[in-house]
């Protein structure tokens, strides 16, 4: 029921199934959604991105897994009206939730204190991307927002995105995910 919404809970669910940093992950913007195409946009130029200043215009594709939209399908319920997902009433410097709620909430509920970290996580999506569900390096390192391939000579031609391996991926990710125990939404 309804009682039971924790928007912390949920933000780390998402962040889990998304592999976006924290700092993006918070500010995330109704806007930025494309439901049609499944896919989400977050502006490059996102303090949370971390973008190098040479690379603010170089925008962050996610697709949306079916476990995401799910969160995202109870988030409306919550936070529909507002800008942000994770609009939070409590938000002092930002109307949502900070980036260290998600480590709190690992540290002081999940017990994982000194084991594991929100930004952490992200080295989890690029191991068993590769070493369990087998995708080449390329698609969790662009999951993960990485411009490694816009570097030197072959940054200048370099504008893949790999859109329709990452959707296949962020659906494989997010079953990994749900047989680990993850629940959703």
């Given at each position: 029921?309804?009682?039971?919404?924790?928007?912390?809970?949920?933000?780390?669910?998402?962040?889990?199934?998304?592999?976006?940093?924290?700092?993006?992950?918070?500010?995330?913007?109704?806007?930025?959604?494309?439901?049609?195409?499944?896919?989400?946009?977050?502006?490059?130029?996102?303090p949370g991105l971390k973008r190098p200043?040479?690379?603010?215009?170089?925008?962050?594709l996610i697709p949306v897994s079916d476990?995401?939209?799910?969160?995202?399908?109870?988030?409306?319920?919550?936070?529909?009206?507002?800008?942000?997902?994770?609009?939070?009433?409590?938000?002092?410097?930002?109307?949502?939730?900070?980036?260290?709620?998600?480590?709190?909430?690992?540290?002081?509920?999940?017990?994982?204190?000194?084991?594991?970290?929100?930004?952490?996580?992200?080295?989890?999506?690029?191991?068993?991307?590769?070493?369990?569900?087998?995708?080449?390096?390329?698609?969790?390192?662009?999951?993960?927002?990485?411009?490694?391939?816009?570097?030197?000579?072959?940054?200048?031609?370099d504008n893949s995105e790999l859109l329709?391996?990452?959707?296949?991926?962020?659906?494989?990710?997010?079953?990994?995910?749900?047989?680990?125990?993850?629940?959703?939404?």
């Amino acid at each position: 029921g309804d009682e039971k919404f924790d928007l912390v809970q949920t933000a780390l669910k998402l962040h889990l199934l998304l592999c976006t940093r924290p700092g993006a992950l918070v500010a995330l913007e109704w806007s930025w959604i494309d439901e049609t195409d499944s896919l989400i946009m977050i502006p490059g130029a996102t303090p949370g991105l971390k973008r190098p200043s040479d690379q603010k215009h170089v925008d962050h594709l996610i697709p949306v897994s079916d476990a995401a939209q799910e969160i995202f399908d109870l988030l409306k319920k919550y936070n529909g009206k507002r800008k942000h997902l994770l609009h939070s009433p409590r938000g002092r410097k930002e109307p949502h939730i900070t980036p260290s709620a998600l480590n709190n909430f690992l540290k002081d509920q999940l017990q994982m204190g000194g084991i594991l970290t929100a930004q952490g996580w992200r080295a989890v999506v690029q191991t068993v991307g590769q070493d369990v569900l087998g995708y080449s390096w390329e698609v969790p390192d662009r999951q993960l927002g990485h411009l490694h391939h816009k570097k030197g000579v072959r940054g200048h031609y370099d504008n893949s995105e790999l859109l329709d391996k990452r959707r296949e991926f962020m659906e494989d990710w997010s079953k990994w995910c749900q047989k680990q125990g993850l629940v959703i939404p």
